[in-house]
């Protein structure tokens, strides 16, 4: 019978960038496995993680808008999806491994908080290591899925999912120990930022936060009137810069960087710090306070416990079991434990 997985790689071989990360020279697991005759290493790391529970989790997360009542708000899954398109599209159009690619997109946000980076801030302050959702994502899949087993991804899709994150830093770093190993995994990251910068821009003028017309005029000019246009001209920026350079790194024209970053800091003035936005965010984060200060004098529930070995530290346990609740089981759970019930009689 046909090892169609040789097939596959193959063709990878003989098709990708010279730069492409290719699955047969992948590093490997933390644990070794038997190979897939049908699928790719990558290919099983992405059905994986769709396949896991913190994935579809992602539906019920917010992205930015805290449980909004319109149906085409952005969740965290849906920017999980937009940012795995984009990267997929740009990956293909530079013959980058689109499994890897993909993988890494659809992974890179399973340990974010309830109540986006609220949520975050909340576990950072009252966990004595601190806590990041990019160390979160990587523990998911390393560890807490499958109760307790992971889901043994590769090198190349763990290391891309620790380091998709860049903050308000530079969108293209020339200092390169701070980005993934792997072309794809730095693809990722950027195509974390254009989705998040088209997509928040498009839910807060459809949550009336902001106009069309408060929009950086040198915004609109580099970069596009709409959704659309935006994306498309951050997206051929990188494919065409990187193409022409040809060095192995990716690239992004001066003027395209210069909008992206002025159109980035707009967004945390008008939007992400926003007083209208921030007042229901306040109250997020007392509920998660409360929640992780109750468990920490009552301890979690014996389930919740039974997966970790012997040392593993209450605030730990705490920090896992709170990132990994989405905002309606929290709101729920705050109200089981602390919103008192009228008497049966």
């Not at 120990?177 to 990722?188: A, K, R, Y």
């Not at 974390?192 to 807060?204: E, P, S």
């Not at 530290?313 to 990132?323: M, V, Y």
Request: aromatic share 8%; with cysteine.
């Amino acid at each position: 019978m046909e090892n169609i997985r040789e097939r596959i790689e193959a063709l990878e071989n003989e098709f990708l960038s010279p730069y492409a990360t290719k699955a047969c020279q992948s590093k490997g697991r933390l644990y070794p496995e038997e190979e897939c005759a049908l699928r790719t290493c990558f290919q099983r790391d992405r059905d994986r993680i769709i396949h896991s529970k913190s994935f579809r989790r992602l539906k019920h997360k917010t992205q930015v808008f805290l449980s909004p009542g319109g149906d085409h708000y952005r969740t965290r899954l849906t920017h999980t999806l937009e940012v795995a398109q984009i990267a997929r599209s740009m990956a293909r159009a530079l013959r980058l491994n689109e499994d890897l690619t993909e993988a890494i997109a659809l992974g890179h946000d399973l340990g974010h908080t309830p109540f986006g980076h609220a949520g975050e801030d909340v576990l950072n302050e009252l966990h004595p290591q601190g806590f990041k959702h990019y160390e979160q994502s990587l523990r998911v899949v390393d560890f807490l899925e499958k109760d307790g087993r992971g889901l043994n991804l590769t090198q190349e899709v763990r290391d891309g999912i620790l380091k998709h994150s860049k903050g308000k830093g530079p969108i293209l770093p020339k200092n390169f120990h701070e980005l993934p190993l792997t072309l794809e995994g730095q693809l990722v990251r950027v195509a974390d930022i254009i989705a998040y910068l088209n997509h928040d821009l498009d839910d807060a003028l459809r949550g009336g936060v902001i106009k069309p017309k408060d929009i950086p005029q040198g915004c609109v000019r580099i970069l596009g009137e709409r959704h659309a246009q935006r994306i498309d001209t951050m997206v051929k920026s990188l494919v065409y810069s990187t193409l022409k350079e040809n060095d192995g790194h990716l690239h992004l024209d001066e003027e395209v960087v210069w909008a992206m970053e002025r159109l980035r800091d707009f967004l945390f003035e008008r939007v992400y710090e926003d007083q209208a936005v921030h007042k229901e965010f306040r109250k997020a984060k007392k509920l998660l306070k409360d929640l992780y200060l109750y468990f920490l004098e009552e301890g979690l529930p014996w389930e919740k416990e039974k997966i970790y070995p012997e040392g593993v530290s209450l605030h730990r346990k705490i920090c896992d079991f709170l990132a990994g609740m989405t905002d309606r089981y929290a709101l729920a759970l705050y109200e089981q434990i602390f919103i008192p019930k009228p008497w049966a009689v």
